[in-house]
């Protein structure tokens, strides 16, 4: 007696034991397996489409901490795609000589290197002036950036390929960008600069 229209969108069929409230907790407790595999099948989905922008090599793809957060700023970032487990900080740091603002992105081995909290070029020291997990940053800052943000987890097999192998950050583009090209302009600039 259903409307095919909603028997098409049915996940699952329950019996549950209550009614009222406590048998909406007890539906929603006996779903929970079907409704993790839908955000499974989710994530799959858009880690698939990532991995075929990277297979068909039409540069509408980014992934690793640096390129993602150049492509992030330059608004280009449709899709971000975000390890729930990204076990990266972002700093905030302050030359205590020159009052200039830096910003790096660090994980455990590198906030360990006292040499990522120095001027490489002056040896002053830098003073923090914020630390926020980047997981968390993104989560509030994304929208700036004129993108929609995914998180990926680890328990299919593209989550845990997509965590390890590309550093647990990318995303798709909007358009074809090379962030690399971007970067040598940067340098070239800096050479003929000085």
Request: proline share 1%; net charge negative; aromatic share 10%.
């Amino acid at each position: 007696m259903f409307d095919p229209r909603l028997r098409a969108k049915i996940l699952k069929v329950l019996d549950i034991s209550f009614g009222g409230e406590r048998g909406f907790n007890q539906a929603i407790e006996l779903s929970s397996e079907i409704l993790s595999n839908v955000n499974i099948v989710k994530e799959q989905r858009l880690i698939g489409k990532l991995f075929q922008e990277i297979n068909q090599d039409t540069g509408k793809y980014v992934f690793g901490i640096d390129d993602t957060i150049k492509a992030l700023e330059m608004g280009v970032i449709e899709i971000l795609l975000v390890g729930k487990d990204l076990d990266i900080n972002r700093y905030v740091l302050k030359n205590i000589v020159s009052n200039e603002l830096t910003i790096k992105h660090l994980n455990k081995e590198q906030e360990a290197d006292h040499s990522n909290f120095q001027d490489s070029d002056t040896a002053s020291e830098f003073e923090v002036e914020d630390k926020m997990a980047l997981v968390e940053w993104l989560s509030y800052h994304y929208t700036e950036f004129g993108c929609s943000m995914e998180f990926v987890t680890n328990k299919s097999e593209e989550g845990s390929q997509f965590c390890i192998v590309f550093g647990g950050i990318g995303g798709i583009l909007r358009y074809e960008v090379d962030i690399r090209a971007f970067d040598e302009d940067s340098d070239d600039d800096g050479v003929a600069a000085e």
